[in-house]
Every structure is written in C-alpha cells, then in structure tokens.
C-alpha cells in the first residue's frame, strides 16, 4: 500500500503560481512513476502530467505544456507541480496518483486505470 498526501492547493488570479507537493508514503520502493490528474466540477476526472522514477520520463496533457513543470525527488518520495501563467480553466481538485505496474505504459500514462493509488485531492482555484 501507498499513501499519498497533496498540498499547496490555494486561490490564485489568473496568470498567477502555485506550487503542488505530494508526499508517498508506506511502500514507496514499489513506486514505478508519479502524476497529477485533476477534476473541474460535473467533469471526469483528466489526466495532466507523470514523471517516471527511473529515467525521468515526462508527459504532460497539451493544454499544460509550457505552464506546468512536473518533478520529483526520489530521496524523500515527493512529486511537485509547479504551476504558472495560471488560467480560469485550470481551477479544479488536483489529484496525485501512483502508477500501476501491471497497467502502466508509455501507451497508458494518460488513463486513470493505469494508477494504482490516489491521493485525497487539493483544490485549485483561478479567479479570472
């Protein structure tokens, strides 16, 4: 089992930062790749970024790229997201997630079955 505990979630004006931490816990030696999924209200649940422990992958959802930086240390089981140039439609609960080994894939990385583990979710809120 792993944990995973987000926070840095807040209220921020468009074009404004902020700055996602998530913290693993529990049987982290298992941890293959981290992302970030987010939910806006009455949406599904959508993919936007994953690093992978090994190499360092990165993918990230197009409507992100050039805004949102993913990054991890390994040593204290941590994945951030850094958030800029922050726009209305970004306002959503942002969930960290834990890859499954037996699902994950550079074919899946973007589907919710490909995770394992979530954590309980932090809002973010872009006020235009």
């Known amino acids: 089992q792993v944990y995973l505990a987000e926070s840095g979630g807040g209220l921020v004006q468009a074009g404004g930062s902020l700055r996602l931490s998530c913290a693993a816990s529990?049987?982290?030696?298992?941890?293959?790749?981290m992302g970030w999924f987010r939910q806006a209200p009455g949406k599904e649940r959508e993919f936007v970024a994953v690093?992978?422990?090994?190499?360092?992958?990165?993918y990230y959802t197009d409507s992100v790229k050039g805004r949102f930086t993913i990054a991890r240390d390994n040593a204290r089981n941590m994945v951030y997201l850094e958030m800029n140039s922050l726009k209305p439609e970004d306002t959503a609960v942002y969930y960290c997630?834990?890859?499954?080994?037996?699902?994950?894939?550079?074919?899946?990385?973007?589907?919710?079955?490909?995770?394992?583990?979530w954590g309980q979710g932090t809002q973010v809120t872009v006020s235009s």
């Open positions: 690093i992978s422990r090994s190499d360092s992958t990165i």
């Open positions: 997630a834990v890859a499954d080994i037996t699902f994950y894939r550079s074919s899946t990385y973007y589907l919710k079955g490909a995770y394992k583990y």
């Open positions: 529990g049987r982290t030696g298992s941890i293959t790749a």
